[in-house]
């Protein structure tokens, strides 16, 4: 790849704009500015930005409200509602052509890191976590659980298991933050063979 600037110029003592990367460590996650490299890292030589401005908005729109709300909010209304279990996988049409679409984003998603496209592998991950957010939206369980609690139960057991598949592919990006995922669902080692729809019958850990 090409040169790392900052806020658009050359690092530069004399700038003001010059640190290290343990300058870096000591004030904020590392994990945030590898999800910002790896969401501005195309296949192309190409120099990267780091524009703060853009780094703050990025952690927080897309990381923070996209994905982070999207896999917190489901494990937690698991946990409060369903004493942490997971029930059975919705099998009806509308259930499985949403899971289908699901897979096809996450196969472009593989593709993407086979081609060191990081930039498109972020772009699959999001729009993934959107559709998850968009799916609870459409589906509101914070009012089916009052009227149709085995319906709901099927609902936030496949948001559980997209939850589970988004550990898998943000791992080579956001490695702690997998991990801690994985924990949570009471799963480890998970690997690119697992993305799949079948996490069924399942007791995850409390948050």
Known sequence: HGHLTVNGEKMSKSRGN???AREYLEKYDPEFLRFYYASNLSKNVSDINLDFSDFQTKINSELVSNI??????TLNFINRNFDSKLGRVPKSGK???FAA?????FDDNLKSYESVNYREAVKA???ISSLGNKFLQDNEPWKLINSDKSR???ILTLAANIVKNLAVVLYPILPNF???IQKQLA???LSFSDINFSLSNHKINVG
Request: charged fraction near 25%.
């Open 18 to 20: 010059f640190f290290t």
């Open 68 to 73: 982070c709300n999207f896999i917190y909010r």
């Open 95 to 97: 259930d499985s052509i």
């Open 101 to 105: 679409t699901l897979q096809s984003r």
């Open 125 to 127: 991950i999001l729009e």
């Open 152 to 154: 709901c139960h099927e």
């Open 178 to 180: 997998s991990l801690k």
């Open 187 to 189: 799963l480890d080692s």
